[in-house]
């Protein structure tokens, strides 16, 4: 779940100097910008998911050589 106040501080500083429509509270425009970006994101995480793994026929040798890249930083 995304942190709503890292959001809310996020668009606080890019929305600076755009006008905001009356009709459209703060908050509402932060939840449901929130659940705009959770969406994407649980859909970029099924899409590399499916990468990661290969559709479910796992490169173990990748993974192992992925693994030992990762440790190395």
Known sequence: MIDREVIR???????SGI????????????ETFCRYIEDDYYNWIKDNFM??????????DWIRERIRYS???
């Open 51 to 60: 990468t990661f793994f290969d559709d479910g026929d796992p490169d173990w």
């Open 71 to 73: 440790s190395k930083e």
């Open 9 to 15: 501080e996020y668009l606080s500083e890019e929305l």
């Open 19 to 30: 006008e905001i429509p009356k009709d459209i509270p703060h908050n509402v425009l932060i």
